[in-house]
């Protein structure tokens, strides 16, 4: 039986990379989202949509989803895992950085989900998977903007699955440690970022992409009736 429609968003790099491969591999026909489209479609993969979308447009992720649906049928999970992390303290940092991840990590997750929920609502199945953070569960130096996005994300997450749980559909949480990605790059001090490098050569160094599209898999993978709320997933000699 051909397997069902997987979305992902911030499918050009890093975990959104690896859950494409890992979930094309399984055979599922895919929508892959981003805003670099040349990155999706470097990845080859087979009976795969790329679109250019930008998780701020609402309308945007709604026409490539209607679009996929039309050649691979109901999307059966929307992995919402585009992010940004721009750290800084609150007293120098540039406020278009927050709104930005604002925008990209929150209100992103609502119009991703907004594009599916009504249709997995009236079928009584499908699953919504969120791309978290351990810093959505606990704090960290210069992370207060990027933690409150991220606590917001297991908040409407939480909220969300109450809600829907009576119409079978299965809202998901992935929140990683620190995962070797580009994530780090977009943030502007340097001093932060050789601080987080260093904290990453003293656990040992951290999980990678992989990791996290293999946990993926396993919660997706269990029967529908069977949620697995969340999951944090971070190196062992993590803190
Ligand atoms: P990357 O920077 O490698 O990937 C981020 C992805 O998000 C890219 O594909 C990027 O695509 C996409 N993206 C960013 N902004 C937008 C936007 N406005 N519209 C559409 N896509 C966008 O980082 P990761 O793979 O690490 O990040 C993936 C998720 O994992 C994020 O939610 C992040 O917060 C979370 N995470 C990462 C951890 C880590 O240590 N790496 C730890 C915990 C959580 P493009 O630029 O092409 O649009």
Redesign the pocket.
């Known amino acids: 039986m051909s397997k069902p429609l997987v979305v992902i968003?911030?499918?050009?790099?890093?975990?959104?990379?690896a859950m494409a491969q890992a979930f094309s591999n399984e055979g599922h026909p895919l929508l892959l989202?981003?805003?670099?489209v040349d990155?999706l479609e470097s990845l080859s993969l087979p009976n795969t949509l790329c679109r250019q979308?930008?998780?701020?447009d609402r309308d945007a992720i709604a026409a490539a989803v209607a679009e996929a649906e039309a050649k691979y049928g109901n999307v059966d999970l929307f992995i919402n895992?585009?992010?940004?992390?721009l750290l800084g303290g609150l007293d120098t940092q540039d406020p278009n950085e927050w709104q930005r991840m604002f925008?990209?990590?929150v209100m992103?997750v609502l119009n991703g989900t907004h594009a599916v929920l009504p249709a997995m609502k009236a079928r009584k199945g499908g699953t919504i998977l969120n791309?978290?953070?351990?810093?959505g569960r606990k704090t960290f130096p210069a992370h207060a903007a990027y933690c409150g996005t991220?606590f917001a994300v297991h908040a409407m997450s939480e909220n969300l699955r109450e809600e829907v749980a009576d119409d079978n559909v299965r809202v998901i949480v992935i929140?990683?440690?620190?995962?070797?990605?580009?994530?780090?790059?977009?943030t502007t001090s340097d001093e932060i970022k050789a601080n987080y490098e260093g904290w990453k050569e003293q656990m040992g160094g951290?999980i990678s992409?992989d990791d996290?599209a293999r946990t993926a898999l396993f919660a997706y993978q269990q029967p529908q009736n069977l949620c697995i709320r969340e999951i944090v997933v971070a190196a062992t000699r993590q803190q």
């Open positions: 968003t911030g499918a050009s790099s890093g975990i959104g990379a989202l981003a805003r670099r990155r979308v930008d998780v701020t895992n585009a992010g940004c992390m925008d990209v990590n992103g791309v978290s953070s351990i810093a991220k929140a990683p440690g620190a995962v070797e990605t580009e994530l780090l790059s977009h951290v992409p996290i």
